[in-house]
């Protein structure tokens, strides 16, 4: 575990720093919301594959294979394995990759647009559209104009007309957007609530004027051309039209609690003759480049997904054989690629970014062939090179197949909740990139301590329960949950007590503004009422692995998606009007996990058993973690100058904030005797 924990450590500082960069170079914009949603897909695998599935099936009958007929009949079987996942995931990438537009509809449906109709078919008739845009924690309104050339938009852009645009509020009330006069005689848009909105690529075509003191008669005025407003005359309505650009863009205020925007577009008919050019009008709630990118990148990084796969395979082969280093380290590669791509970035100077975005998902493709290079040679190094050839589909290669189904989705059940997670924040713009960031920083107790628990746990439980030591394995499982407690429920008070100063230490920048950091800061809160639960999922499952049972975690792993799910959808549609609709997933992914913690023990039927003393521990450890929460809170309040101040005073805060906590921590559990220092050495000493 300290092999495994230590190297994920220094992964885990990597991953800090590249995703640091990120945040500054992208924060939490259209193209970083494309990067995560985009990264999400072989990231996810990467977890799913190399953190516990694929060695939740491979590795037990491995192992049994080396310990029953040796260890050259054991490679063949493993060499049949490698051979058959190539050819599978070669065809299965050939298929996606053509195919990723259709699957990043279902990925992130919130990137595509609320209106979309082909304009190339109206011809030279006048025609009417309405749309209704549910813009609940939306921060911008686009409307757009596509199509084949410029000449085609500028067509359509001067023919559209917005006889009506209106927001209804939470309340259900209509709220209009006026417009008055600058200074300098220059139109201003406002909410009839008197917030100004900020908007780009309108262009007033009609004014309605309401009548003067002298004749009090109506009038309407183009306001293109010159006019004059008379003594008492008001703007009562305004029709907008395009831009020849195609684009226009509607701000919405900060915090604000509307509902709905709603328009009414009116296409003008074209004069006689006039050549018929084909374009489509998209009304959007996220940037309409999201979409398209996200496809994009998803593109390029799809290969890693086929890498690291094979890399898992690999990595099931060390662990098996307890070269626990590799596996462990070949993260690290992933990380100083992409720190290495930013860091190109900077010195090529490039601020556009759509170029940060596509260097970053090269990036992730390289990393990922280097990663299954560095096993395979580890691997050869080990005398067990896995040499590619024809799959015989053999009944053992069928019962790995089966025993992995299973698997993938119990040992990914996190990995599930963050993809239906994503899939909902797609209506909530910077929700997804918000997320990712805040689950970064829950992701390094959880790799340090869950995933290193995990790794070592299934090969030593297998091992004794192959041997018939029973006792021994609870004995394992329990002394995991005591080390996961013991780390995790301090780690969590720390994220939730000072949720915004984590964040803006690390990530805060002219990109990642205050209110990034306010919200990603309540999203790792979120998540982090869960974290001991990840991690004791981690501990649990190698209970039934270890004995070729999958289908139990599978069915408790659908049962917590199905109350992820309905979490979710009612938790974001609740805080949604606020803003924080994403909050509402991190807190339904931490039910989630504590859901499929209860069905994982109650599964286990008295296996491992809990004394009324560990009880004792495990509450004298919440206390522990409670009192130290309490301590870094007031230590944050102490020192705000420091954490409103300059970066280096930021992170001086914050070094102090969270070592005060350690050593606070550190003196409760001895003091209230949750643990002492001879248990912890025994905890780390070699069995």
């Given at each position: 575990?300290?092999?495994?924990?230590?190297?994920?450590?220094?992964?885990?500082?990597?991953?800090f720093l590249r995703d640091v960069l990120i945040a500054r170079l992208l924060g939490t914009g259209p193209v970083a919301d494309a990067f995560v949603a985009a990264f999400r897909f072989p990231n996810m695998f990467r977890r799913i594959f190399g953190e516990?599935?694929?060695?939740?099936?491979?590795?037990?009958?491995?192992?049994?294979?080396?310990?029953?007929?040796?260890?050259?009949?054991?490679?063949?079987?493993?060499?049949?394995?490698?051979?058959?996942?190539?050819?599978?995931?070669?065809?299965?990438?050939?298929?996606?990759?053509?195919?990723?537009?259709?699957?990043?509809?279902?990925?992130?449906?919130?990137?595509?647009?609320?209106?979309?109709?082909?304009?190339?078919?109206?011809?030279?008739?006048?025609?009417?559209?309405?749309?209704?845009?549910?813009?609940?924690?939306?921060?911008?309104?686009?409307?757009?104009?596509?199509?084949?050339?410029?000449?085609?938009?500028?067509?359509?852009?001067?023919?559209?007309?917005?006889?009506?645009?209106?927001?209804?509020?939470?309340?259900?009330?209509?709220?209009?957007?006026?417009?008055?006069?600058?200074?300098?005689?220059?139109?201003?848009?406002?909410?009839?609530?008197?917030?100004?909105?900020?908007?780009?690529?309108?262009?007033?075509?009609?004014?309605?004027?309401?009548?003067?003191?002298?004749?009090?008669?109506?009038?309407?005025?183009?306001?293109?051309?010159?006019?004059?407003?008379?003594?008492?005359?008001?703007?009562?309505?305004?029709?907008?039209?395009?831009?020849?650009?195609?684009?226009?863009?509607?701000?919405?205020?900060?915090?604000?609690?509307?509902?709905?925007?709603?328009?009414?577009?009116?296409?003008?008919?074209?004069?006689?003759?006039?050549?018929?050019?084909?374009?489509?009008?998209?009304?959007?709630?996220?940037?309409?480049?999201?979409?398209?990118?996200?496809?994009?990148?998803?593109?390029?990084?799809?290969?890693?997904?086929?890498?690291?796969?094979?890399?898992?395979?690999l990595s099931g082969v060390l662990n098996t054989f307890k070269k626990f280093a590799m596996p462990a380290a070949a993260p690290i590669i992933l990380n100083i690629v992409l720190v290495s791509a930013l860091g190109y970035v900077w010195v090529m100077r490039?601020?556009?970014?759509?170029?940060?975005?596509?260097?970053?998902?090269?990036?992730?493709?390289?990393?990922?062939?280097?990663?299954?290079?560095?096993?395979?040679?580890?691997?050869?190094?080990?005398?067990?090179?896995?040499?590619?050839?024809?799959?015989?589909?053999?009944?053992?290669?069928?019962?790995?197949?089966?025993?992995?189904?299973?698997?993938?989705?119990?040992?990914?059940?996190?990995?599930?909740?963050?993809?239906?997670?994503?899939?909902?924040?797609?209506?909530?713009?910077?929700?997804?990139?918000?997320?990712?960031?805040?689950?970064?920083?829950?992701?390094?107790?959880?790799?340090?301590?869950?995933?290193?628990?995990?790794?070592?746990?299934?090969?030593?439980?297998?091992?004794?329960?192959?041997?018939?030591?029973?006792?021994?394995?609870?004995?394992?499982?329990?002394?995991?949950?005591?080390?996961?407690?013991?780390?995790?429920?301090?780690?969590?008070?720390?994220?939730?007590?000072?949720?915004?100063?984590?964040?803006?230490?690390?990530?805060?920048?002219?990109?990642?503004?205050?209110?990034?950091?306010?919200?990603?800061?309540?999203?790792?809160?979120?998540?982090?009422?869960?974290?001991?639960?990840?991690?004791?999922?981690?501990?649990?499952?190698?209970?039934?692995?270890?004995?070729?049972?999958?289908?139990?975690?599978?069915?408790?792993?659908?049962?917590?998606?199905?109350?992820?799910?309905?979490?979710?959808?009612?938790?974001?549609?609740?805080?949604r009007p606020s803003g924080y609709g994403h909050v509402g997933i991190a807190i339904a992914t931490a039910v989630s996990a504590w859901v499929n913690v209860l069905l994982l023990w109650r599964g286990l039927h008295g296996f491992v058993r809990i004394s009324?003393?560990?009880?004792?521990?495990?509450?004298?450890?919440?206390?522990?973690?409670?009192?130290?929460?309490?301590?870094?809170?007031?230590?944050?309040?102490?020192?705000?100058?420091?954490?409103?101040?300059?970066?280096?005073?930021?992170?001086?805060?914050?070094?102090?904030?969270?070592?005060?906590?350690?050593?606070?921590?550190?003196?409760?559990?001895?003091?209230?005797?949750?643990?002492?220092?001879?248990?912890?050495?025994?905890?780390?000493?070699?069995?």
């Amino acid at each position: 575990m300290m092999t495994v924990s230590g190297l994920t450590l220094v992964s885990r500082i990597l991953g800090f720093l590249r995703d640091v960069l990120i945040a500054r170079l992208l924060g939490t914009g259209p193209v970083a919301d494309a990067f995560v949603a985009a990264f999400r897909f072989p990231n996810m695998f990467r977890r799913i594959f190399g953190e516990g599935a694929y060695n939740a099936a491979f590795v037990p009958m491995f192992g049994r294979k080396v310990e029953e007929v040796g260890t050259a009949e054991a490679v063949k079987f493993a060499r049949n394995t490698y051979s058959a996942l190539l050819w599978g995931l070669g065809i299965l990438t050939l298929i996606a990759i053509p195919c990723m537009h259709w699957l990043m509809m279902v990925a992130v449906p919130g990137f595509l647009p609320k209106l979309d109709k082909e304009l190339g078919v109206i011809g030279a008739e006048r025609a009417f559209y309405e749309t209704v845009v549910d813009i609940r924690g939306a921060k911008e309104v686009f409307i757009q104009v596509t199509g084949k050339s410029d000449p085609a938009v500028g067509h359509w852009s001067e023919r559209i007309l917005l006889e009506e645009m209106r927001f209804i509020d939470h309340a259900g009330v209509e709220v209009p957007i006026l417009v008055s006069f600058d200074s300098e005689f220059q139109p201003v848009m406002s909410l009839g609530t008197g917030e100004e909105l900020k908007s780009t690529g309108f262009m007033r075509t009609r004014m309605f004027l309401s009548g003067d003191k002298q004749s009090g008669v109506a009038r309407d005025v183009d306001p293109r051309e010159r006019y004059r407003l008379n003594d008492g005359e008001e703007v009562v309505a305004v029709t907008h039209g395009i831009t020849s650009g195609g684009l226009a863009r509607l701000v919405l205020p900060t915090d604000h609690r509307l509902d709905e925007f709603r328009a009414r577009f009116v296409i003008k008919r074209a004069g006689k003759g006039a050549e018929v050019r084909r374009a489509t009008l998209r009304v959007y709630r996220n940037h309409p480049a999201s979409f398209d990118l996200t496809v994009v990148l998803s593109r390029i990084m799809f290969c890693y997904l086929f890498f690291m796969a094979l890399a898992a395979h690999l990595s099931g082969v060390l662990n098996t054989f307890k070269k626990f280093a590799m596996p462990a380290a070949a993260p690290i590669i992933l990380n100083i690629v992409l720190v290495s791509a930013l860091g190109y970035v900077w010195v090529m100077r490039w601020d556009g970014d759509l170029q940060i975005g596509k260097t970053l998902a090269w990036g992730v493709a390289v990393a990922g062939f280097l990663q299954f290079v560095a096993l395979w040679l580890a691997c050869a190094h080990a005398k067990a090179p896995m040499i590619a050839g024809k799959p015989s589909w053999n009944p053992e290669l069928k019962k790995l197949l089966f025993l992995m189904g299973p698997g993938v989705i119990a040992a990914g059940i996190q990995q599930v909740n963050l993809i239906v997670g994503g899939i909902i924040a797609s209506f909530q713009q910077g929700a997804i990139s918000t997320l990712y960031y805040a689950d970064r920083v829950n992701q390094l107790p959880l790799g340090m301590i869950g995933i290193a628990l995990g790794v070592v746990l299934l090969p030593e439980v297998t091992r004794r329960i192959r041997s018939g030591r029973e006792r021994e394995a609870a004995d394992s499982i329990l002394k995991g949950i005591e080390l996961a407690m013991l780390l995790t429920l301090p780690a969590a008070a720390a994220m939730i007590a000072i949720h915004e100063p984590l964040i803006s230490g690390l990530f805060e920048g002219n990109k990642f503004d205050a209110e990034a950091v306010r919200k990603t800061g309540w999203a790792l809160a979120g998540f982090a009422l869960g974290l001991p639960g990840y991690v004791l999922i981690k501990v649990l499952q190698p209970a039934y692995f270890a004995r070729e049972n999958t289908k139990g975690p599978m069915r408790m792993a659908g049962v917590a998606v199905a109350v992820n799910i309905l979490c979710s959808l009612l938790l974001f549609n609740l805080m949604r009007p606020s803003g924080y609709g994403h909050v509402g997933i991190a807190i339904a992914t931490a039910v989630s996990a504590w859901v499929n913690v209860l069905l994982l023990w109650r599964g286990l039927h008295g296996f491992v058993r809990i004394s009324s003393e560990d009880w004792k521990k495990f509450t004298r450890m919440l206390l522990a973690s409670a009192a130290m929460g309490a301590v870094v809170w007031g230590a944050s309040k102490l020192l705000i100058p420091w954490l409103d101040g300059e970066i280096w005073q930021k992170n001086s805060a914050l070094v102090l904030i969270v070592g005060t906590g350690i050593t606070v921590y550190a003196i409760l559990v001895i003091v209230l005797r949750a643990t002492s220092v001879t248990e912890i050495k025994a905890s780390f000493g070699k069995k």
